[in-house]
């Protein structure tokens, strides 16, 4: 896994939180809509999403992330 891969996977991940919690919350997240129009957002939302994220996959780019910001750590200690 490189940077890129590993930033792109945890960008996913985080929108798919938050279409999570659009979807959960309802209506109310963008009360200025209307409800159809609320709900067309929402369902363009989950087609823009690529659901093809496996845990396994945040969880090793979290993991890479992580091993990086630890190796900055050391490098700054010195």
Known sequence: MNLEEA???VARWSLLGAYDAWT???WEMLPEINEPDYERV???MGE???SDVTLEQVDAAY???EARATDEEEDSDE
């Open 63 to 65: 993991k890479f992330l």
């Open 48 to 50: 823009l999403l690529m």
């Open 42 to 44: 929402v369902e363009r």
């Open 24 to 26: 959960d919350d309802g």
């Open 7 to 9: 930033v792109t996977i």
